[in-house]
């Protein structure tokens, strides 16, 4: 069973809306990462932090995403105003390292845009 | 810039018989290869890693060989399984001082049937 917790497990919002996912990454796990994994199976890196920090991002998390690793609370990313195109399994995964240690995903929040 | 390729959308086998997923990457510098493993709703984990000594890592049955002269790391197993179906993603990492991002292929389907 997966030790990355990722909730809620569904999300449903309409157009134009909000939507917020959490993940509370594995107990000891600094590097938190965010995928989107479409309705093709293809996995899209959105941002990842070490700790508090970010590490890298993609254009598209700068303009309409947000996302934080606060100390002590779960990590998040938030879309600020959701679109049809943002319907996916959103994944979130956490290793001990930045240098090539193994990934441990989430079971993933399915967003459904309407 | 990196990628990793999957040639293969969908491979289907009888039982028995033997698998093989191809992977084969670009990279600018020596990265550190995986195979991941999603089942119909579960969250991915990782089958395999490459070794930097050259090692075939091997688990539940499975093997692959980092060929670095061909670019490679193809998933190969003896004998297919039944509960072997399901999706497979080739990754690449990079072991030095970056954001440690690990970049997928577009993953292949494995149908084992009876």
Redesign the interface.
Known sequence: NSKVIQTPRYLVKGQGQKAKMRCIPEKGHPVVFWYQQNKNNEFKFLINFQNQEVLQQIDMTEKRFSAECPSNSPCSLEIQSSEAGDSALYLCASSLSRHAETLYFGSGTRLTVL | GDSVTQTEGLVTLTEGLPVMLNCTYQSTYS??L?W?VQHL??????LL?SFTDNKRPEHQGFHATLHKSSSSFHLQKSSAQLSDSA?Y?CAL????A???????G??T?LRVHP
Not at chain 2, 93 to 96: D, N
Not at chain 2, 98 to 104: A, I, Q, S
């Open positions: 990265p550190f995986f991941y709703n579960e969250a991915p984990k990782l890693k999706l993603y990492r990079y072991t030095g970056n954001t440690g991002k690990l970049t997928f577009h993953g389907i």
